[in-house]
């Protein structure tokens, strides 16, 4: 009798441990987009977006949020364009949201199914291959999201009566702090 009350009040002193989430927060990022056309490359880069991730159970949920205006192009005139073109004034954030399995897998390459909303539509890519570095209680992750005018159904922007190309990627470089 003492030993399974023993037992019992082990297992009540450890649930709050056995139900503690691990937290992470984005602590560093460089959001930027390729845009080509015939006559010249533009690269736009954030360096705003906010982040946090929480882990509990069998998953680990991660949302990213970064203002639209943000992105630089070194070209004031585009930038404002590109804000114009994408709908900014209506959908001032990009949200990225996604899920991983808890324990995150480890370094290497990890694959992400990842929620998109811009420009006033959500878009889901599956598979997108991240690469993972941990470094204490730091993790970088840096990858390509696969993104396309289209996939936003955002009008190509032109110039010279020329319509860039329909793939804009985004690269990603995060490094995440777990709390």
């Keep these: 009798m003492v030993r399974r009350l023993g037992i019992a009040v082990l297992f009540w002193w450890m649930t709050p441990f056995a139900l503690a989430q691990t937290q992470f927060v984005l602590v560093k990022s460089s959001l930027s987009y390729h845009m080509s056309h015939p006559i010249h490359h533009v690269d736009g880069t954030s360096t705003?977006?906010?982040?946090?991730?929480?882990?509990?159970?069998?998953?680990?949920?991660?949302?990213?949020a970064g203002p639209v205006?943000?992105?630089?192009?070194?070209?004031?005139?585009?930038?404002?364009?590109?804000?114009?073109?994408?709908?900014?004034?209506?959908?001032?954030?990009?949200?990225?949201?996604?899920?991983?399995?808890?324990p995150i897998p480890a370094d290497g390459t990890i694959y992400a199914d990842l929620e998109v909303q811009f420009a006033g539509q959500d878009v889901h890519y599956r598979h997108?291959?991240?690469?993972?570095?941990?470094?204490?209680?730091?993790?970088?992750?840096?990858?390509?999201?696969?993104?396309?005018?289209?996939?936003?159904?955002?009008?190509?922007?032109?110039?010279?009566?020329?319509?860039?190309?329909?793939?804009?990627?985004?690269?990603?470089?995060?490094?995440?702090q777990q709390r």
């Design 48 to 64: 705003e977006a906010k982040g946090k991730g929480t882990c509990g159970g069998a998953k680990c949920d991660f949302l990213i």
């Design 69 to 102: 205006n943000s992105f630089r192009s070194g070209d004031s005139n585009r930038d404002l364009h590109m804000i114009e073109a994408v709908r900014g004034a209506k959908y001032p954030m990009v949200l990225v949201r996604t899920t991983l399995p808890n």
């Design 128 to 176: 997108v291959a991240f690469q993972k570095t941990t470094s204490g209680k730091q993790i970088e992750i840096t990858g390509t999201v696969p993104a396309t005018c289209s996939d936003f159904k955002i009008d190509p922007p032109s110039f010279l009566t020329v319509a860039i190309k329909n793939e804009i990627p985004v690269s990603v470089s995060m490094t995440w």
